[in-house]
């Protein structure tokens, strides 16, 4: 595919950047960057409400967070500093407030500014029912006020923009709709990108319709709840709304080829979805460079129950054991780190963990460790493996979903062990601290990997998927899904084979295709995919050989059914269920019949 030579308008969107911040943020402002280094500029947006807006720059750039290059848009400070194009109907508000006796109540100034009001509370009514914050321009006039009221039982909200003299130009009933219009006169035209990094600002773009621009979703993390399965599991909460709406998107990317297919597995749709990993940020060090301790461990990353720090704390006291004193540097901070002091108390190792806490000197704390440890439960690219290795740290990982795999070849520049086995991780940092030869051998390994990965064209990948995705918006939505059910209704048993029926709920005419998938419960795997025998306008039906699971190479005894619905490029699956409870039969250990109420 060509790529786009001319200057590209990049914007990177998000809810807020802050003065500290973590992964998602970070990878946002790096992907700016590199644009910005591309094409001489690029924008992150954010859309929250912050006096301290102009401090807060001036330290990320200080602190080399924030790229020079990089514009952050934020909707307030631009709304006060340029006009928004007046609608070109103002139509009169739906619904007003009952009392407008406004009384200032708190108004805050710019951080930067002892005199300039940034915004001012004030109320209405004689139980102050009606709220109103005024937001100002640096010259003291009023450009936005947001107004919420009861009206007929339920919470109502008015937001009007102001111009300069005072005359309303624009009139929204939510705050979602204002920031749609905004964005569209901000960047939706033909030489724009849009890549939406933050979950909480993708859902109120997802009713955004955009004319020209691409409207594409970054998935930071899987799209199911930790622990579930990712073809039929619950859906991740932050993730569940933009996947309701997929067909309202116009290209969903991933970070690693895994996380795509997965999701390709489960709901289609596989020309919108693509592939692009994060950039690496540079691992540069100034001197003096740290000395490496052979006998150091590292785990980083925020401090939750995902990333599940516990697991590396009770290597080190596995190490302990077998009478080596490892130090595992714990950096990161969040809301596990009581629960990991107390752990390395109860283990007696509490003088071999270090809590850091957050530090912006990531580099220099994996230049001064031997081994970096990761035992989270599920990631989305675990880009902090490649810059561990960027440093020759020897990355010790747990084999999850996603992203180990893809920056670790086992035993050549670390290692990939199984979920959850301490014994296993415990026995390859024993052999790394103990064979300084092995362990210079893939530290010298993970260099090189960490060297080619990050020589990757990140940009021309992303503009290649601009351009991909707004080819396909231009051909039109995909087909639309309808609503399905899997509730089971019966189960008849045939001669070597066995009728599953079950009511789908899709309206008549029926217009897409069913499977029964089979799942290994303990491989995770898809056993079999089976398409419907029979498909009524109700009900439809599948037949399973009973030797389908004694086929060579199916080491699985149980296998879980679901129900995957497909119309064109689109799918989904469900769990195949009893939508009621029944008496439904069942066979005993002996084969015997049994009836039980379920």
């Known amino acids: 595919m060509d790529i786009q030579t001319e200057p590209l308008d990049a914007y990177m969107v998000t809810w807020q950047v802050e003065l500290e911040f973590g992964g998602m943020t970070t990878v946002c402002l790096q992907r700016a960057a590199a644009f910005a280094e591309r094409y001489g500029h690029a ?27 990089v514009r952050h848009v934020n909707f307030y400070e631009h709304l006060a500093a340029h006009p928004l194009k007046p609608q070109a109907k103002l139509a009169a508000a739906k619904f007003v407030p009952e009392h407008t006796d406004f009384r200032a109540a708190l ?23 009606v709220e109103r914050k005024s937001y100002f321009r640096r010259n003291g006039t009023v450009y936005l006020t947001d107004t919420k009221f009861p009206f007929g039982g339920t919470e109502r909200r008015l937001l009007e923009v102001v111009n300069e003299s005072g005359a309303v130009t624009a009139r929204f009933a939510s705050a979602a709709a204002l920031y749609r219009y905004w964005l569209s006169e901000l960047v939706d035209h033909e030489h724009s990108l849009v890549v939406v990094d933050s979950k909480f600002s993708a859902k109120f773009l997802s009713a955004w319709n955009t004319v020209h621009v691409p409207k594409l979703f970054a998935f930071h993390s899987t799209h199911v709840k930790a622990g579930q399965n990712l073809l039929t599991g619950a859906l991740a909460d932050g993730h569940a709304p933009m996947i309701e709406q997929r067909a309202k998107w116009d290209g969903f990317v991933f970070l690693t080829e895994a996380q795509r ?22 691992g540069h060090i100034d001197p003096p460079l740290p000395q490496r301790n052979p006998a150091h461990l590292i785990a980083a990353g925020s401090l939750t129950v995902n990333k599940n720090v516990a697991a590396s704390i009770k290597v080190v006291a596995e190490l302990k054991k077998r009478g080596l004193e490892a130090t595992l540097n714990v950096v990161g901070r969040g809301t596990q780190l009581n629960v990991l002091e107390q752990l390395a108390s109860d283990l007696e190792i509490r003088d071999n963990i270090i809590f850091h806490g957050y530090s912006d000197q990531l580099p220099r704390h994996f230049a001064a460790s031997a081994i970096h440890l990761l035992t989270s439960t599920n990631e989305g690219q675990a880009l902090v493996l490649i810059e561990s290795q960027q440093q020759g740290c020897v990355p010790v990982s747990y084999d999850i979903n996603f992203g180990p795999a893809d920056s670790i070849t086992d035993g050549h520049n670390g290692f990939l062990l199984p979920h959850g086995d301490i014994t296993a991780m415990a026995d390859k940092a024993e052999a790394l601290i103990r064979d300084q030869e ?17 020589s990757r064209d990140i ?52 217009t897409g295709q069913f499977e029964l998938v089979l799942i290994g419960r303990d491989s995770k795997e898809v056993l079999a995919s089976i ?9 439809a039906a599948f037949t399973v050989s009973t030797e389908i699971l004694a086929q060579p190479g199916v080491a699985d ?40 109420r379920v």
């Open 107 to 129: 108004s805050n100034t710019y951080l930067d500014s002892d005199t300039a009001t940034f915004s001012e509370q004030s109320y209405a009514g004689p139980e102050k029912e």
């Open 557 to 596: 005894a149980i296998a879980d059914a679901s129900v995957k619905f497909s119309n064109g490029s689109s799918s989904e699956t469900k769990r195949l269920r009893l939508a009621d409870p029944v008496l439904v039969p069942y066979l005993t250990a002996y084969n015997n019949l049994s009836i039980k």
């Open 261 to 282: 297919s997965a999701y390709v597995a489960r709901f289609g749709d596989a020309e919108r979805t693509f592939v692009v990993p994060n950039p690496v940020r540079s």
């Open 438 to 454: 092995l362990a210079a051998r893939m530290s010298a390994n993970a260099r090189k990997f960490a060297e080619d990965w990050a």
């Open 531 to 539: 398409p419907a025998s029979e498909v009524a306008a109700e009900n």
């Open 43 to 69: 924008s992150v947006v954010t859309f929250n409400a912050d006096p301290a807006y102009e401090v807060v720059l001036q330290s990320l750039r200080e602190r080399g967070k924030l790229s020079e290059k």
């Open 459 to 510: 940009v021309a990948l992303w503009i290649e998927t601009r351009d991909e995705a707004a080819r396909l918006k231009k051909s039109g939505s995909p087909e639309q899904l309808a609503a399905f059910t899997a509730d089971l209704q019966g189960m008849d048993f045939l001669d070597g084979s066995v009728k599953i029926r079950f009511a789908h709920g899709v309206p008549a005419p029926v």
